[in-house]
């Protein structure tokens, strides 16, 4: 049977995630509603994608007993609110990055899926590419030995994208030192630097993050200039390096 989506909010990243999920067989993968704060707007966006239910309020999708898991595509402010009443309606959550404005709200919201014992993930997709499936079976099969140091660098002219200037969102590769991605880790010690734009986000960011037995990972990110966008996972026995773009699923 068919996972059933709804989408809360019809916005540009709710229509992004709704045409990629479009190309998965329909046998597996299906949006049979959507929710967004005015009526209207939801039903140009279920005429667009060919979804059957339009609601005018996020409260119906969540009372939809035809939707098995919600994604929240919002503007990040409202992540909280929404993901909240979905997880207290019994409905699982995708909920797209960042997936709450700090820590406070994001422990909130992870613990509340744990008590309603409810599937909960912010869609950092990177997550799934296919070269980070690579490094977790290079690491677990230690081609590399002992890895000490990670290199990355993530930089694109975006200073201009909107949502960019008010949430900027960027995944390193220092969780190469998180027991092949499955168990957090955090540094001993962190040195950074960078500079805001006028909204109060990161627009550059250089890291160095020092881990126990001496392993180091330095990170550098910017919105207003193109890096080489590559990563160097350096071990005892060798050195990886994915090079192309880090933040696609074209990463080689």
């Known amino acids: 049977m068919a996972t059933r989506w709804g989408i809360a909010s019809a916005g540009k990243i709710s229509h992004d995630f709704v045409t990629a999920l479009s190309v998965l067989p329909q046998a597996e993968h299906v949006v049979v509603a959507v929710a967004a704060r005015q009526l209207s707007r939801a039903k140009d966006f279920a005429t667009l994608h060919n979804i059957k239910a339009a609601y005018g309020s996020y409260e119906e999708l969540a009372k939809d007993p035809n939707v098995d898991v919600v994604y929240v595509g919002s503007i990040h402010p409202q992540h909280m609110q929404i993901t909240s ?11 797209e990055k960042p997936l709450t404005l700090n820590l406070k709200e994001t ?3 992870i ?5 309603k014992k409810l599937f909960l993930m912010e869609a ?3 997550r799934f590419f296919p070269v980070y499936q690579l490094l977790r079976d290079e690491l677990k099969a230690g081609t590399l030995g002992d890895v000490l140091q990670v290199i990355a660098n993530f930089g694109i002219p975006i200073e201009n994208v909107d949502r960019i200037k008010q949430v ?3 995944m390193n590769y220092s969780m190469i030192f998180n027991k092949y991605f499955k168990l957090y880790v955090m540094p001993e010690k962190i040195l950074a630097s960078g500079s805001l734009n006028k909204e109060g986000v990161d627009s550059s ?11 180091v ?6 919105t207003r ?7 160097f996972i350096v071990g005892t026995k060798g050195t990886i390096k994915v090079s192309g773009t880090l933040f696609t699923p074209y990463t080689c």
Not at 85 to 95: E, F, I, W
Not at 205 to 215: Q, S, T, W
Not at 225 to 231: G, I, M
Request: charged share 10%; net charge positive; proline share 4%.
């Open 85 to 95: 009443l979905m997880l207290n309606s019994g409905k699982p959550c995708l909920v």
């Open 107 to 109: 422990k909130q919201l």
């Open 111 to 115: 613990n509340l899926a744990r008590n």
């Open 124 to 126: 950092i997709w990177s």
């Open 168 to 170: 900027f969102v960027y």
């Open 205 to 215: 960011v250089a890291a160095i993050l020092n881990y126990d037995a001496g392993k």
């Open 217 to 222: 990972a330095i990170i550098s990110t910017h």
């Open 225 to 231: 200039a193109l890096f080489p966008n590559e990563a």
